[in-house]
């Protein structure tokens, strides 16, 4: 029974992870850097997003926060309890820290990222015992499509 639940977690995983893709390249058909977040509850998505810091001119205008923005006005609250976030790139410090202060529970990604990562590469943000909530973190999910599409947009880039 708890193998058939692993499982069915994992295909969830990577169903969510494939839309967080697909958010990526929307990104990257407007010349952003192509990361894409998925927002999820009880199995129902409550926010996506990508990247809009190039269009909007905004630091901040991470798909990750992006996605958290827009679930706290749907839900009215700043509490996004019982979620879980995907994205295609492991959340850096700012978006690693807004996950911590909305109180998302769980947190899936692709690819990591050594020079800048906030849950388990550079540093783990999202798992710091001495803040007063931690996420439950996945990574690797799809991790060579995640890897591929940034390595290619920046190769394009150069």
């Known amino acids: 029974m708890i193998y058939g639940k692993i499982l069915m977690m994992f295909l969830d995983d990577e169903k969510y992870i494939r839309l967080a893709l697909e958010e990526a390249k929307k990104a990257e ?14 199995d129902q998505i409550i926010a996506r997003a990508h990247n809009l810091r190039e269009t909007t ?18 839900k009215k609250h700043w509490r996004l309890l019982d979620t879980t976030l995907y994205t295609t790139l492991e959340p850096c410090p700012m978006c690693s820290g807004a996950l911590v202060l909305a109180r998302v529970a769980r947190l899936v990604f692709g690819a990591h990222d050594p020079k800048g990562g906030a849950a388990g590469s550079l540093m783990n943000i999202v798992q710091d015992g001495r803040l007063n909530h931690q996420l439950e973190v996945v990574s690797g999910v799809l991790k060579e499509d995640c890897s591929k599409i940034l390595t290619d947009f920046f190769k394009k880039k150069r």
């Open 29 to 42: 058909a407007i010349g952003e850097v192509p990361i894409g977040a998925i927002l999820v509850s009880n």
């Open 57 to 74: 001119g905004d630091p901040t205008a991470h798909a990750e926060i992006l996605a958290l923005r827009k679930a706290a006005q749907e």
